[in-house]
């Protein structure tokens, strides 16, 4: 984490960070983080 930042934004900071992982760990299996499978954006009503 870098230094003098106030407290409150280091929950921001870690948040970016974790999802620059998790991307960069998606594109390394070979998969696409922008269209995971299983996810659609339309839910079904009935």
Do not use: F, N, W
């Amino acid at each position: 984490m870098p230094g003098g930042l106030a407290e409150v934004m280091y929950t921001i900071v870690a948040t970016v960070r974790g999802q620059q992982l998790a991307r960069h760990l998606s594109l390394a299996r070979g998969l696409d983080p922008d269209h995971p499978s299983g996810l659609t954006k339309v839910t079904p009503t009935h």
